[in-house]
């Protein structure tokens, strides 16, 4: 029998949802019983009835709006979350909102950690690779051609940023929470990696041919690689589950590949450096290649078309324009030493700088591999707590582990060359620098996930300005360790950015258990301490 639909009027003065409030009229649905009796039939779903004789309302289901919660919250008596807004109160939602109420506190999930590990051993491989090709090339090439090897590197590096444009983090973001956006937002991806790739060749090739560099062919050969970075976006699917086991096998052969090529031209006799960097390049390559193959069955067949390009781009061109800051003020130096020491003091500064990359590898990886989860936890209003859970053992442990290298600067470098120990008071600098990415890395990865991409690039470009700045200043007085102090002034400019950003859209790292962060600097002199007790008997 068809239902029924009939007016109940309610007594004066009342509303289904809440007493005290004049609200007219309840709509109920009427139904034929068994016996032929009619009966109301409420809603299951809805708000609690609190007096008796008031319908509960259905529960209307739609999807979650800007800054709100769509999972339901326990202890909130069935009513609906508030919005989750990071500007309320004027952007200052102080810590203690994000720490209040049973399992609000943010906890860093196992697998962003067992990530990290991966990732971690991953890169210990590959830095090895790396230093056991700068030990090699440092004792079969002359002075200025080990400095122009690592000078072009260094570049590269610059290049590798340049190509990424950002590009990898946005399609984190647009697909860690919608799988189904997968498959539109890669070739998006895809298609700007493979303009940024013909750009950066064409602006390294060409230069390279200006600037009389010997072997400019092959320079330009090498700088073909960036290309393969269209394929090595395919990890999406590894990096959205936090599951990096293939990603860090496939990385490891291609750096045991690229120091193959190395060792396999040093025993054919070659000791020109920019063939060098074809090695080096074409194990880059076969690495992109095969992540391109191990992630290809897990990817999401695209039925439409692509995602705009020009959204994405808008997106992702902050953080691809902050990323390329980062890695120019972290590189700039070899213009600046280059110029003004010459190219064998390129090649002493590049060793320590490879040496703190090889110390700031897990805050590197860290903040990488919880990006999905800092996302998330932005979404929940617990970004600050959680880049604080994030960040405090970090540095703390960094801080034992750097402070216990202090002491033994010169024997380290001294294992490139007798030449290669004068830079040691510039190893110390950066090791100090290196303590501070530790807090910047993560602070500026929480930015990220906070989708204040601005932010990011106001970030990143305070920091190369300083880094330009000290440069300017402190190279022609202090050489190599001017350019490391340029370094350290740039790592703590970016700290206090990052914390500015995130204090903007109410996220507070530093107000988090504030005792735990006294443990990195702690740690550090603790380990200073001993190691130069050590080195001096």
């Given at each position: 029998?068809?239902r029924?639909?009939?007016r109940v009027?309610?007594?004066?003065?009342l509303?289904?949802?809440?007493?005290?409030?004049?609200?007219?009229?309840?709509?109920?649905?009427?139904?034929r019983?068994?016996r032929g009796h009619?009966?109301?039939?409420?809603?299951?779903?809805?708000?609690?009835a609190?007096?008796?004789g008031?319908a509960?309302l259905?529960?209307?289901?739609?999807?979650?709006g800007?800054?709100?919660?769509?999972?339901?919250?326990r202890g909130?008596?069935?009513?609906?979350r508030?919005?989750?807004?990071d500007?309320v109160?004027?952007?200052r939602?102080?810590?203690?909102a994000?720490?209040t109420?049973?399992?609000?506190?943010?906890?860093?999930?196992?697998?962003?950690w067992?990530?990290t590990?991966l990732?971690?051993?991953?890169?210990?491989?590959?830095?090895?690779?790396?230093?056991?090709?700068l030990f090699?090339?440092?004792?079969r090439?002359?002075?200025?051609?080990f400095?122009?090897?690592?000078?072009?590197?260094?570049?590269?590096m610059?290049?590798?940023?340049?190509?990424?444009?950002?590009?990898?983090?946005?399609?984190?973001?647009?697909?860690a929470?919608?799988?189904?956006a997968?498959a539109?937002?890669?070739?998006?991806?895809r298609?700007?990696?493979?303009?940024?790739?013909?750009i950066?060749?064409?602006?390294?090739?060409?230069g390279a041919?200006?600037a009389?560099?010997?072997g400019?062919v092959?320079?330009l050969?090498?700088s073909?690689y960036?290309?393969?970075h269209?394929l090595e976006?395919?990890t999406?699917?590894?990096k959205n589950?936090?599951?990096?086991?293939?990603?860090?096998v496939?990385?490891?052969?291609?750096?045991?590949?690229?120091?193959a090529?190395?060792?396999?031209?040093?025993?054919?006799?070659?000791?020109?450096?920019?063939l060098?960097?074809v090695a080096?390049?074409?194990?880059?390559?076969i690495?992109n290649l095969?992540?391109h193959?191990?992630?290809?069955?897990?990817?999401?067949r695209?039925?439409?078309?692509?995602?705009?390009l020009?959204?994405?781009l808008?997106?992702?061109?902050?953080?691809?324009?902050?990323g390329?800051?980062?890695?120019?003020?972290f590189?700039?130096?070899n213009l600046?030493?280059r110029?003004?020491?010459?190219?064998?003091a390129?090649g002493?500064?590049?060793?320590?700088v490879?040496?703190?990359?090889?110390g700031i590898?897990?805050?590197?990886?860290?903040p990488?591999a919880?990006?999905?989860?800092?996302?998330?936890?932005?979404?929940?209003?617990?970004?600050?707590?959680?880049?604080a859970r994030l960040?405090?053992?970090?540095?703390?442990?960094a801080?034992?582990?750097?402070?216990?290298?202090?002491?033994f600067c010169?024997?380290l470098?001294a294992l490139f060359?007798?030449?290669?120990?004068?830079a040691?008071?510039?190893?110390r600098w950066?090791?100090?620098a290196?303590?501070?990415?530790y807090v910047?890395?993560t602070?500026?990865?929480?930015v990220?996930?906070?989708?204040?991409?601005?932010?990011?690039?106001g970030v990143?470009?305070?920091?190369?300005?300083?880094?330009?700045?000290?440069?300017?200043a402190?190279?022609?007085?202090?050489g190599?360790?001017?350019?490391?102090?340029a370094?350290?002034?740039?790592e703590?400019?970016?700290?206090l950015?990052?914390?500015?950003?995130l204090a903007?859209?109410g996220?507070?790292?530093?107000?988090?258990?504030?005792?735990?962060?006294?443990?990195?600097?702690?740690?550090f002199?603790?380990g200073a301490?001993v190691?130069?007790?050590?080195?001096?008997?």
């Open positions: 029998m068809p029924r639909v009939r009027p309610l007594r004066r003065g509303r289904p949802d809440r007493p005290g409030r004049p609200r007219g009229q309840r709509r109920v649905r009427v139904r019983g068994r009619a009966r109301d039939v409420r809603p299951r779903r809805g708000l609690r609190r007096h008796r008031q509960r259905p529960s209307v289901r739609r999807a979650p800007a800054g709100e919660l769509a999972a339901p919250h909130t008596g069935g009513r609906p508030q919005p989750v807004d500007r109160h004027g952007g939602r102080g810590a203690a994000e720490r109420g049973r399992g609000v506190i943010a906890h860093v999930p196992r697998r962003v067992s990530g590990g990732l971690v051993l991953g890169r210990l491989f590959g830095s090895a690779c790396t230093l056991a090709t090699l090339l440092a004792q090439l002359a002075g200025d051609g400095g122009r090897f690592t000078f072009y590197l260094a570049l590269f610059v290049l590798d940023s340049f190509v990424d444009l950002g590009t990898g983090q946005v399609l984190v973001q647009r697909t929470d919608d799988p189904q997968v539109p937002m890669l070739g998006a991806a298609r700007i990696r493979l303009a940024t790739g013909v950066g060749v064409l602006a390294v090739g060409s041919f200006l009389g560099e010997p400019a092959w320079i050969v090498a073909l960036p290309l393969t269209v976006l395919s999406i699917v590894f589950r936090i599951a990096w086991a293939k990603p860090v496939v990385r490891a052969v291609a750096s045991g590949a690229s120091l090529f190395v060792v396999a031209f040093l025993a054919a006799g070659v000791r020109a450096p920019e060098f960097l080096i390049a074409m194990g880059s390559a690495g095969l992540l193959l191990a992630s290809r069955s897990h990817l999401p695209r039925v439409g078309p692509v995602a705009p020009r959204p994405f808008r997106n992702a061109l902050p953080i691809g324009l902050a390329l800051c980062q890695q120019t003020y590189y700039i130096d600046f030493v110029g003004i020491e010459g190219a064998t390129v002493h500064y590049n060793v320590a490879r040496i703190m990359s090889f590898m897990v805050a590197v990886f860290a990488l919880a990006l999905p989860w800092l996302t998330r936890e932005h979404a929940a209003g617990r970004l600050g707590v959680a880049a960040a405090q053992p970090l540095f703390a442990l801080g034992l582990a750097l402070g216990l290298l202090w002491g010169e024997p470098l060359g007798a030449g290669f120990a004068a040691g008071d510039t190893l950066l090791l100090l290196c303590l501070a990415v910047g890395a602070f500026l990865t929480a990220v996930a906070s989708g204040r991409a601005r932010g990011v690039l990143a470009a305070a920091g190369l300005a300083v880094n330009l700045i000290g440069n300017s402190l190279v022609p007085r202090m190599i360790e001017g350019a490391a102090a370094t350290l002034a740039t703590i400019a970016v700290v950015g990052a914390a500015m950003v903007r859209v996220a507070h790292p530093l107000r988090s258990r504030p005792w735990a962060w006294l443990g990195g600097p702690a740690l002199l603790l301490t190691s130069s007790a050590l080195s001096a008997s």
